[in-house]
């Protein structure tokens, strides 16, 4: 395995996990980078590059940041949010991956990409339920700005710190897990 397909390899994991907080502010940040010449896509996907593409991605990804800081709503897109995160997860893993066999970057773009994306999609729409039912949904333009200013990060140092982005990712999932354990815990008391 050479050094460009373990970079793109964290840079695709690293964007997997931003779209899990975002589903289209880490597609419109690879456009960004393609567009740039930041980044070098796979051919099939050099698409992601153009100015129509770059336009759309922008267009939805401001949609999406300020639909998630309107209480109720962001439970409502959070419903169709999981299975998008998986599907950009795959696809953002496809777009990137480099010199592998078609069987290896479709198991990597599927198990990396949309397992990332959709474990963390699925902790984040836990955290605005639990912030609905505490806050009656005070607290979630808060949980939204968290979740973009993450997003975001993550992409940025996805694209420019590809190793740097899947220490991050790891640090992400010790927190869910972290999270986790102790809602166990607590439910575990309560029983």
Known sequence: MTAETIISICLGVGLSASVGFRVFLPLFALSLAAYFDAWVLNESWQWIASTPALVTLGVATLVEVF????????????????????????????????????????????????????????????????????????????????????SAIMSVVSIFLPFLALVLVAFIFFIIYKIYKKFNKSVAKST
């Open 67 to 150: 639909a998630y800081f309107i209480p109720y709503v962001d439970n409502l897109l959070d419903s169709i949010a999981i299975p998008l995160a998986a599907l950009a997860g795959t696809a953002v893993m496809l777009s990137t991956v480099a010199d592998l066999s078609p069987v290896v970057t479709w198991a990597l773009a599927i198990i990396a990409g949309g397992g990332t994306a959709s474990v963390v999609a699925g902790s984040s729409s836990t955290t605005r339920l639990a912030s609905t039912a505490t806050t009656a949904g005070i607290a979630n333009p808060l949980v939204a700005l968290i979740e973009t200013g993450t």
